[in-house]
């Protein structure tokens, strides 16, 4: 089981990547038992995504992350996760917290994404967002 963390284009200052791989494991087996996980994390710019994010979903907006299912099989889990480093340094701001924390709750967002939970509803806003804060409380603890 793994995470993997790429960088295109831009510098995501993400520490501690195999201990948040194996965070990324553990959070995602404690909702979604798996045989076998593989997540690439690539962090990019706004441009970069927001192409994604018309090619693929045919959406025209900005965003702070894409969420790619690719897996063939029920007990594996392979994704491919997109974040724009400027939609998490804009959002750091606006929300008033620090860009590590942001960067972590979009990732955590991501992987809670794969293991079922929504946030297009408000009842699914609350619930993603409560899992989120546990992760964060968890991480930095």
């Known amino acids: 089981m793994s995470a993997r963390f790429f960088e295109q284009e831009v510098k995501a200052r993400l520490t501690h990547r195999r201990r948040l791989s194996q965070f990324l494991d553990q959070l995602i087996q404690s ?18 995504l927001h192409n994604i994010n018309l ?20 007990d594996e889990l392979q994704a491919e996760i997109y974040i724009s480093i400027d939609r998490v340094a804009e959002n750091a701001e606006q929300f008033n917290t620090s860009y590590e924390r942001e960067l972590h709750r979009v990732i955590f967002h991501g992987a809670l994404h794969l293991c079922g939970l929504r946030d297009k509803k408000p009842a ?12 964060l409380e968890a991480w930095f603890a």
């Open 31 to 48: 909702r979604r038992p798996l045989r076998k996980i593989s997540l690439n994390y690539i962090f990019c710019s706004d441009d970069a």
């Open 55 to 74: 090619q693929f979903l045919q959406h025209d907006t900005l965003t702070d992350i894409i969420t790619f299912d690719l897996s063939d099989r029920n």
């Open 124 to 135: 699914e806003q609350k619930a993603m967002r409560q899992a989120e804060d546990a992760a």
